[in-house]
């Protein structure tokens, strides 16, 4: 699949989707959209389809990575108003966007942090990810001994042909990666993770 200058390949061993050459540096794309609110109310019946009205209650801290305009924050708050929800960021303007909203939203290194979480999120992340099983373990290490990743990601390696994608365009290189159930599931298995659930949506 090609866009531009930019080439998308698939493995013919595992099928996983990805861009070649990769860019030397992520590229300097901000998307100019606000908040969503529907995007807010998809994310809200995700977490409830994972997550019971008890175990919310009994989370003391989630950390949503790549947390946009805060539109999973804000589900994740309405559900369980005590809960100590961070957001991370690179986005100046969401970040501010956030902010109006009433959330904590910030920019900092995944390195950096000395926090542990009971839920570390990621919503439509993993496609500008790189490597992501590194980016797992990273994600891992931020997870108290009994937490959770919940995360949410295009199938788009799942597709007979890549040109089959519904939205029509990879948008490359923004995104560098596509992976499917498989991917979905080899990747948390190598990080160290279990796989309690795994559901599809349309």
């Not at 570390?120 to 937490?147: D, E, R, W």
């Not at 890549?162 to 939205?167: A, D, F, I, K, V």
């Amino acid at each position: 699949k090609k866009e531009g200058k930019h080439q998308l390949w698939k493995c013919e061993e595992c099928g996983f989707l990805y861009l070649y050459p990769m860019p030397d540096h992520p590229p300097d794309v901000t998307y100019p959209e606000g908040w969503v609110g529907m995007k807010m109310v998809a994310n809200k019946h995700k977490v409830q389809n994972f997550f019971s009205t008890a175990e919310m209650a009994g989370f003391d801290h989630w950390l949503d990575v790549g947390a946009g305009n805060g539109e999973l924050l804000k589900a994740v708050l309405q559900l369980a108003p005590n809960v100590n929800a961070t957001g991370l960021e690179t986005s100046p303007m969401k970040i501010k966007g956030a902010a109006n909203h009433g959330l904590k939203v910030v920019n900092r290194d995944l390195a950096t942090i000395r926090e542990r979480y009971d839920v570390v999120s990621f919503m439509n992340v993993l496609s500008h990810v790189s490597c992501p099983i590194g980016f797992y373990k990273a994600l891992v290490n931020l997870l108290k001994p009994t937490g959770c990743l919940f995360m949410c990601t295009g199938n788009a390696a799942d597709l007979t042909d890549p040109s089959q994608n519904p939205s029509k365009s990879y948008s490359l290189p923004d995104h560098v990666g596509f992976g499917g159930r498989r991917h979905a599931i080899e990747l948390m298995e190598a990080a160290g993770l279990e796989v309690r659930a795994l559901r599809e949506y349309d």
